[in-house]
């Protein structure tokens, strides 16, 4: 990746904990995609003091963006709540340029990878850091450069909005010397599952063949499938992917 070590990278996504919720814990800290130290409390086993709330209050907030195609949208309520995810952000400015296309470029292949579960089962969403610069108009002819435009949606917002998802979702960095890289957060993706609460990352930039992997050991098979490969079969589950 241009302008990150893959000491810096690694560091950074090591501190980030794999989310999984029972519903009757929750980490009360600065951050639970990282950082901070953790202690754990009991909570309750629904309702606002429940653990998916608290992880909902404190890191899917449910702000105001806006789509490729000018819409609209509220982060928690519209795009995120009882769904698959996947996560990703990107910025058309000249230093993250390469970064950015590299990452969409994988996120195009796996899109063809997962077919029709891409809009049901799964769905994409690539957010601009660079909302100044990336205006629904420019992500809308990003899109068409790299979706066929089934289940992955482009979204900007305003400059505050946009800082503050891109913080609690754990795409900046707490190292100082990153803080000014905006490479950092275009070459992490991170995928979930909302209800279950369970949170986990990749480098966007991997090989389309291992990102579809973990996704697949956390979202599983397609549900559509009659006679799905075991997720430990690397080479049947992800097949010709390079």
Partial sequence: MEGMSRRKMLAALGSVPLVAGA??????????????????????????????????????????????????????????????????????????????????????????????????????????????????????DWSTQYSNGKGWTFLTGSTKNVEQLRDSLGFASEFGQDQTDPNFSVGILRYGTEPEMRWAHCQSLSAPRVLAHSMLLDFGVDPADPTPPPVWNCSRLVGNLA
């Fill in 23 to 140: 519903g009757v814990l929750a980490v009360r800290d600065r951050s639970l995609f990282g950082g901070g130290a953790h202690r754990f409390q009991p909570v309750a086993a629904s309702g606002p003091e429940s653990a998916r709330s608290m992880l909902q209050q404190k890191h899917l907030p449910n702000l105001r963006l806006v789509t490729q195609d000018g819409k609209s949208v509220r982060f928690y309520d519209d795009l995120v709540k009882d769904k698959k995810v996947v996560l990703t952000f990107m910025n058309t400015d000249s230093q993250t340029l390469a970064s950015s296309k590299k990452m969409s470029e994988n996120l195009a292949t796996l899109q063809k990878f997962f077919g029709s579960r891409l809009g049901n089962d799964m769905h994409f969403y690539t957010i601009t850091s660079n909302p100044t610069r990336d205006t629904p108009a420019v992500l809308k």
